[in-house]
């Protein structure tokens, strides 16, 4: 079992910032990979940003630049995310898979996820 909770949306202006926080545990998680996921409503569930344990990021084209994505520790990892565009608007999860090094794995537990939303 891996246990998830994701935190820190809200509703800010366009050129805002918000920083989402993610906590993970459970006797299954290894601790290798995390990542953000999001998806808007009628769209597709999207990769935003993933870490692995040693620190190597993969972010998706169109938050290069603006997003960060961290770890504060094996079980805590952050997004801070500067300059929103209304297109980020969406609910946000944190998402976990269950590899203890290498490639990370396909991702299988979530949290509840946590709104942003981004007006113009």
């Known amino acids: 079992q891996m246990w998830v909770k994701d935190s820190g949306g809200g509703s800010v202006q366009a050129g805002g910032s918000l920083r989402l926080s993610c906590e993970a545990s459970g006797p299954a998680y290894s601790g290798n990979c995390l990542g953000w996921f999001r998806q808007a409503p009628g769209g597709e569930r999207e990769l935003v940003a993933e870490?692995?344990?040693?620190?190597?990021v993969k972010y998706a084209d169109s938050v290069k630049g603006r997003f960060i994505v961290s770890r504060e520790s094996k079980k805590t990892m952050y997004l801070q995310m500067d300059n929103l565009k209304p297109d980020d608007s969406a609910m946000y999860y944190c998402e976990t898979e269950s590899s203890s090094n290498g490639p990370c794995l396909e991702y299988t537990s979530w949290g509840q996820g946590t709104q942003v939303t981004v007006s113009s």
């Open positions: 870490i692995d344990r040693d620190g190597t």
